[in-house]
Structures are given as structure tokens and as C-alpha cells.
């Protein structure tokens, strides 16, 4: 299996545009997190998903930030607009989940988003 | 609040010796992970444990129940053992359950 794949690794874009990132989880995980890291606030949970369903959003920092799951291999994180606060790594992971006795996580290799 | 403390926040050792980074957490968890992660940024799982310990290669992870904490153990450490290490948790119950919880990270650095 090629782990979790996230894309673009890199992305710069200035204030106000739309950014689209996005995740392949390890096919047969059942959960998909998305995490997003800063210098001043370490790693924080944003949403998560279990069985394409949103579960927890209440890490989502606010409105202009978005979800979706549509399918089992794919989910897309959305900030529209897009402000300089909003620069950080955004991680994705996946895994077979607690109620499979399995807690194990994989992590994708992160986006970097820059907003200028 | 559930929090995940780390010690230290910043190391540096030489080539060779003992390293110890410490976890420590508010509430009981379901299990606990420590991270690696390098400079380039990409984050791994060395370990998930929900008791006891577990040995792979050079590095030992221990956790107390009890006492609500975890040590990660690096013997005869190298240069390459540079990196950000993060205790990370999953705390019982409703509501964001499922996803972890992150302390800051211990910057690991081993000088030749």
C-alpha cells in the first residue's frame, strides 16, 4: 500500500483565494482525520470521519473551513477565503479505529500552506 | 480539559548516550502513541500502547497506568535520532474521541 497521499505537498496562494487540500486514506480504513500543525499550537484535530460520515468538526477553527468525505478513498479539506493565519501543515491519517481494537494511525506526508 | 504534557521541550546529547522524554496526562486514555517526526516533516508512529511496554530496536516505550504516564527510551542514540518526538493520546468518550490529542513535542538533537 502507498501509506496515506495527500496533496499538493506544497501550497502558496494569497488571502482571500479559495485552497482545496486533499487525502487518499490506506483503502480499508475505516477513520480519516485531519490534523493541521503551527509553531505556536503544536498538532490539533480539525474533523474526522468514520465511515465517510463526519463525526467531530469542533475542531474546525470556523465557517471558512470545510470538509467532505464523498467516498471511502478520498476526502477534501476546504478554506474559502483563505487568510495568513491559516498557514500551517495540514496532516491527514487514517485508520482501522478503536471499535476494531486497533488504534494504530498512518499519517500522510502533510501539505505545507502558505497564504500570502 | 484533557491535556498531554512533554519533557523535555528541547534536548541535546551526544552520540551514544541514554535518552529519556517524558509523557505525562490529566485523565485515563484508551492508548497512547509516541511520533517521530523529521525535519522534513513527515510524521511516523513508533509505538501505540495501552499498557506495559514495548521494545523496537534502540527505543523502549514504557507507560504507567496508574500514574497517568509514558517514558520513551532511546539507548546508544545516533545523529539520525534528531527529530521532534510527540506523545500523543486518545481519550475515552463522546465527542472527538476517535482523534488524539498532541503534546508539544520533545526536539531531539544528537551531536556527533
Known amino acids: 500500500d502507498a501509506g496515506v497521499i495527500q496533496s499538493p505537498r506544497h501550497e502558496v496562494t494569497e488571502m482571500g483565494q479559495e485552497v482545496t487540500l486533499r487525502c487518499k486514506p490506506i483503502s480499508g480504513h475505516d477513520y480519516l482525520f485531519w490534523y493541521r500543525q503551527t509553531m505556536m499550537r503544536g498538532l490539533e484535530l480539525l474533523i474526522y470521519f468514520n465511515n465517510n460520515v463526519p463525526i467531530d468538526d469542533s475542531g474546525m477553527p470556523e465557517d471558512r473551513f470545510s470538509a467532505k468525505m464523498p467516498n471511502a478513498s478520498f476526502s477534501t479539506l476546504k478554506i474559502q477565503p483563505s487568510e495568513p493565519r491559516d498557514s500551517a501543515v495540514y496532516f491527514c491519517?487514517?485508520?482501522?479505529?478503536?471499535?476494531?481494537?486497533?488504534?494504530?494511525?498512518?499519517f500522510g506526508s502533510g501539505t505545507r500552506l502558505t497564504v500570502v | 480539559k484533557n491535556e498531554v504534557e512533554q519533557s523535555p521541550q528541547n534536548l541535546t546529547a551526544q552520540e551514544g548516550e541514554f535518552i529519556t522524554i517524558n509523557c505525562s496526562y490529566s485523565?485515563?486514555?484508551?492508548?497512547l502513541h509516541w511520533l517521530q517526526q523529521h525535519p522534513g516533516g513527515g510524521i511516523v508512529s513508533l509505538f501505540m500502547l495501552s499498557s506495559g511496554k514495548k521494545k523496537h530496536g534502540r527505543l523502549i516505550a514504557t507507560i504507567n497506568i496508574q500514574e497517568k504516564h509514558s517514558s520513551l527510551h532511546i539507548t546508544a542514540s545516533h545523529p539520525r535520532d534528531s527529530a521532534v518526538y510527540i506523545c500523543?493520546?486518545?481519550?475515552?468518550?463522546?465527542?472527538?474521541?476517535?482523534?488524539?490529542?498532541f503534546g508539544k513535542g520533545t526536539h531531539l538533537i544528537i551531536q556527533p
Open positions: 485523565v485515563g486514555i484508551s492508548a
Open positions: 500523543a493520546v486518545r481519550f475515552p468518550g463522546g465527542g472527538g474521541a476517535d482523534g488524539l490529542t
Open positions: 491519517a487514517s485508520s482501522l479505529g478503536p471499535r476494531r481494537g486497533n488504534y494504530g494511525y498512518t
